[in-house]
């Protein structure tokens, strides 16, 4: 692969760099300023509607979707550098741009298997920012890192779905925005083929039944500019059957097809957020004295340093590679390498976030800085999108395949 960056990737890497510097950092302090006025926690603050017009305004929209007709047509290996930058303020980038997750994960499920019905009613509206969404798969009751164990039932009855079930930490679902539910559950509880059970359903925020009962906390944090993390019933919900997306049994492999591309997003920000924290590490080392010298003289705050430059730069390495087998061989041909990713990236990110805490002492752990919120985002992404056990085992049977 050619590591250089193509003619479109460096003009818009520009363009969003100086939209970082002129809008997206000084909007930190402001965005927390108005929110402690908003009626509720989970009102989205002036200043984010802001930054989504100015960034429509330069052209800054939608740049996650590949498929041109209706995102901005950018390969992974295009996209994956743009992605890291927002990934310096997690809270408000991705959501300026309309490249906010779970948001996008919906709009690639939707463009690649929604009808034209549903690419109508809900891709528009989300293409355009208008709405938000949520995708409820996680579940409280069991181990949710296997799907085929949810236990939501969407049982047909005549021309309509009935969805029961209890979700938990279902992104987005806080928000007053979020207007639409992906709701992942069994509709063939008992047959035969564990990854043919389950279906996905549009279910409307609006519909009765639907109860966003409480905001999960994530190490402490609500992630209001996320949208929170809600506690979801499906109490009885009656949706019509055209809102079945695909068809029956298609679940599975549409939750596959949805979390590959999320997997990379997630580390491409978290390398991002590695940037800031090292940026802020190295900001504290020169600016800060304990005995008798600048953190920057210590030997083991250079040792700190220099280790994360080195791990970031493996990280982007092994990143960019991803995305570039994800545009030349597919998801497919790329899974190791998703996998190898969504392992490492994480780990690696934690453990400097957590060094660029400890320079800064009790500040570190405050809200007086981001490291906190980040490691907490870091950490939690761990977990998310199939916690690091699972790709473990799955990528190290692939490669004893190669012996047996």
Not at 51 to 79: C, H, I, M, S, V
Not at 235 to 248: C, L, M, Q, S, T
Not at 281 to 308: E, H, P, Y
Request: glycine residues 8%; hydrophobic residues 40%.
């Amino acid at each position: 692969m050619d590591f250089a960056y193509d003619a479109r990737t460096v003009e818009l890497r520009e363009k969003l760099l100086a939209f970082m510097d002129e809008h997206v950092y000084p909007a930190e302090a402001v965005a927390e300023e108005q929110r402690a006025r908003l009626a509720s926690p989970w009102d989205t603050p002036p200043v984010v509607e802001e930054l989504k017009a100015e960034a429509k305004r330069q052209g800054l929209w939608n740049l996650f979707l590949p498929d041109a007709e209706y995102g901005a047509g950018l390969t992974n290996l295009q996209y994956a550098p743009l992605a890291e930058i927002t990934g310096r303020s997690p809270q408000l980038a991705p959501t300026a741009l309309n490249c906010a997750a779970p948001d996008t994960g919906n709009m690639e499920l939707l463009a690649q298997f929604g009808d034209e019905a549903q690419k109508k009613q809900w891709l528009e509206p989300l293409l355009a920012g208008e709405i938000r969404s949520a995708f409820a798969m996680t579940e409280p009751e069991v181990a949710s890192s296997d799907a085929t164990n949810i236990e939501t039932r969407i049982r047909r009855d005549g021309d309509e779905y009935v969805v029961d079930g209890r979700k938990w930490y279902i992104s987005g679902a806080m928000n007053p925005g979020c207007k639409i539910f992906i709701v992942m559950g069994k509709t063939d509880p008992d047959g035969t083929d564990l990854r043919r059970q389950q279906s996905m359903i549009l279910v409307p925020r609006d519909t009765p039944g639907v109860e966003v009962r409480r905001a999960m906390q994530v190490y402490g944090y609500e992630d209001h500019y996320h949208g929170g993390h809600a506690e979801v019933i499906f109490d009885g919900v009656r949706v019509p059957a055209a809102n079945i997306v695909g068809e029956e049994g298609g679940g599975f492999a549409i939750a596959q097809a949805r979390l590959g591309p999320g997997r990379i997003h997630h580390c491409m920000r978290l390398i991002g957020m590695a940037e800031r924290a090292v940026e802020l590490m190295c900001r504290r080392a020169v600016s800060r004295t304990a005995f008798g010298k600048t953190l920057a003289q210590q030997g083991v705050v250079q040792n700190w340093i220099a280790d994360a430059r080195v791990t970031i730069e493996q990280l982007r390495l092994l990143v960019l590679k991803t995305a570039w087998l994800m545009d030349t061989v597919g998801n497919r041909g790329a899974h190791t390498e998703i996998q190898a990713i969504k392992i490492a990236t994480p780990r690696a990110v934690v453990d400097i976030i957590d060094k660029a805490v400890q320079a800064h002492g009790a500040g570190g752990v405050s809200q007086d800085f981001p490291l906190a919120e980040l490691w907490a985002a870091a950490r939690t992404l761990k977990l998310a999108d199939g916690p690091d056990e699972v790709h473990q085992r799955s990528l190290a049977r692939r490669e004893l395949k190669k012996y047996l």
